[in-house]
C-alpha cells in the first residue's frame, strides 16, 4: 500500500536547514496495523504527514497504491486526502460550528453523496463508536475521549483505505486512550483499512502489528 524510497524532507529555520526525515526506507502492507514510537521532534508526524498529503518529500519518493507521489498534481491530492485517507489528530479538530453529526457527515458530503445515503452512513458509523445519542450535540459539550470517538467516526465514515492517527491518544488520560486505541483497532480490522499510528504510548503501540522505531528521522 505505502513504500518510502530513500525519503528526505527538509525544512528551513531562517537560513539553517533542518532534516526532519533522513533516508527513509519501508513498506506498509495492505491491511497492516502500524506503529511509530519515537521522542518528541523525532519525525513520526512529518511522515505520517507526507503519506495522508498535508506536506511533500524534499528527495526520494513514496508509492502510494502502486502510484510515484511524484506524479500527484493538486488535483490527484485533493482527490487522495479527499477519497483515501482518513485522518485522526491528537487535537481533534472537530467544527465547533457543527453538530456531532454535521462533522461526520462532512467527508461524505465532500463526495457528493445524497442526503439519505449521507445520513445513513452517518448514523451507523455514529452507533459503531457508542456516540449515537449524541447526534445534535457540539463538540464543546463533549469529553476528550468523546470527542475523540467522534474524529474517529469522521476518519471511517467515508471508508478510505488508509487511516492515518497522530497522537490520538495524547489529550487523554490512560484509560480512555486504551478505549480508544482498541477502538481504532476494531474499526481498521472490520473496514480492512492500513493503519499508520503515530504514538509515545508503549502499550498503544502493543495493540498493532509492527512497531517501527524512529528517532532523529531515521528508521532503527
Known amino acids: 500500500m505505502i513504500q518510502f524510497q530513500h525519503v528526505y524532507k527538509e525544512y528551513r529555520r531562517g537560513a539553517t536547514p533542518v532534516v526532519a526525515l533522513r533516508d ?25 504527514h507526507l503519506v495522508a498529503g498535508l506536506d511533500w518529500v524534499t528527495s526520494g519518493d513514496i508509492m ?3 502510484r510515484s507521489c511524484l506524479a500527484f498534481g493538486e488535483r ?24 456531532i453529526e454535521e462533522n461526520v457527515a462532512l467527508p461524505l458530503r465532500l463526495r457528493g453523496l445524497g442526503s439519505g445515503t449521507v445520513r445513513t452512513q452517518t448514523a451507523d ?19 476528550g475521549g468523546e470527542q475523540q470517538r467522534v474524529a474517529i ?8 483505505r488508509l487511516i492515518v492517527a497522530d497522537e490520538p491518544t495524547g489529550n487523554l488520560d490512560g484509560q480512555t486512550g486504551e478505549k480508544i486505541i482498541s ?25 498493532a502489528d509492527r512497531i517501527l522505531a524512529i528517532r532523529d528521522g531515521q528508521l532503527e
Open 24 to 48: 527513509v526506507c519501508v513498506d506498509i502492507p495492505k491491511g497492516e496495523f502500524c506503529a511509530l514510537m519515537g521522542p518528541s521532534g523525532s519525525g513520526k508526524s512529518t511522515l505520517l
Open 64 to 66: 502510494l497504491d502502486g
Open 76 to 99: 490527484e491530492w485533493t482527490r487522495w486526502r479527499r477519497e483515501d485517507v482518513g485522518v485522526v489528530f491528537q487535537a481533534f479538530h472537530l467544527i465547533p460550528g457543527l453538530t
Open 125 to 143: 458509523m455514529l452507533e459503531r463508536v457508542g456516540m449515537s445519542h449524541r447526534l445534535g450535540h457540539r463538540s464543546h459539550e463533549l469529553s
Open 153 to 160: 467516526a469522521r476518519a471511517f465514515v467515508h471508508c478510505p
Open 183 to 207: 477502538l481504532l483497532r476494531q474499526c481498521a480490522k472490520e473496514f480492512g483499512q492500513t493503519v499508520l499510528l503515530a504514538t509515545h504510548s508503549l502499550s498503544a503501540a502493543q495493540t
